[in-house]
């Protein structure tokens, strides 16, 4: 078993608490600052062990900590966590600047410490398959890639006027908070953003001002992108597709399936399907972090690639504001 520390007991963080539990493999404990909050999440799972301050929690040691608070604590965190040699998972995104960045990677490479970012769709098994298939050129190169998706984020986090959300520089904002979990699955699959430009708005949702809804045409190399979000469409949308030379390839995130048409005037054929509960990404994330601690296994997403997604969020940012494209 090893010991792991969750720092920051929202609503992610309590998530990652039960998600590790339920790996078999982690005994967990948690660190919140917030008193009533760290006693109902050590209530409700039973821990063993709990802090009020990351200066306590650091007093002791620990296999690995997965960081859980807002985004700007997230490089300082990790970076007294890797300096400990402690393990490390990072919730997205990696920050909301670049400041202490490459202090951040001089470390782990010093350190030899594992980190790994939480861009938890690379644990989707559809995209996984959907990527082997883009992998394999069956259908040759990757020209383009399209996503259009949307959900209520209201309906899943009624506290959002409470939360990091309501501001850029906490974390906030459709583009830095959603669509970074699709930018950086597409710089997964078709490879790195080279530049970009961007239009965001705030549209619909009560009590914030940041932009709800997102629009972004980027250039991955050759490969030409476009992606369409909002966060308050009453459905559940999720559908990246990436075009080929000689055929197309769909990833449908709210069925749980992927997708391929090869035929001119021809239909999507479902290649497969997944019977998934939320937790279960989060469960196969915790298992691959312990890998990573036990064997040595390679991250899922590296440290690298979440910064490279962190100067996709910032440039999209930056075209918004100045009505141009960015190179990046
Ligand atoms: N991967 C995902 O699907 C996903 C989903 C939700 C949130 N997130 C990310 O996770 C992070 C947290 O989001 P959330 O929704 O859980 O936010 P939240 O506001 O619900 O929780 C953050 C918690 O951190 C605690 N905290 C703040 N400072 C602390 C400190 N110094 N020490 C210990 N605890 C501290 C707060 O008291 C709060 O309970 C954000 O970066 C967010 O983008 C990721």
Known sequence: MKKILVIGGGSIGARHVRCFQKTERATVVLCETNDGLRQRIVDSYALPQSFESLDDALDEHFDGAVICTPAPLHVPMARRLVDRRIATLIEKPLSISVTGISELQAEVRAYQTPVSVAYVLRQHPALIEMKKAVDSE??????????????????????????????????????????????????????????????????VLDGVDVED???????????????????????????????????????????HRWLTSSEPNGLWRVEQEFSLERDDLFVSQANGFLDQIADGAAPVCTLEESVQTLKVNLAALESVRTEKWVKI
């Open 213 to 255: 809804t997102v629009h972004v045409i980027t250039r991955h190399g050759v490969v030409l992108g476009a992606f369409c979000m909002n966060q308050h469409q009453p459905v559940n949308e999720s559908r990246l597709t990436v075009m080929c030379e000689r055929g197309a390839v769909r990833f449908e995130g709210h069925r």
């Open 138 to 203: 069956v259908f040759g190169r990757p020209v383009q890639i399209a996503y259009m998706g949307g959900q209520h984020f209201p309906f899943y986090r009624p506290a959002y006027r409470e939360i990091y959300y309501t501001k850029h520089e906490t974390g906030g904002g459709a583009i830095q908070d959603a669509l970074t979990h699709v930018m950086n699955a597409a710089e997964w699959i078709v490879g790195p953003v080279t530049r970009l430009i961007a239009d965001a708005e705030h549209c």
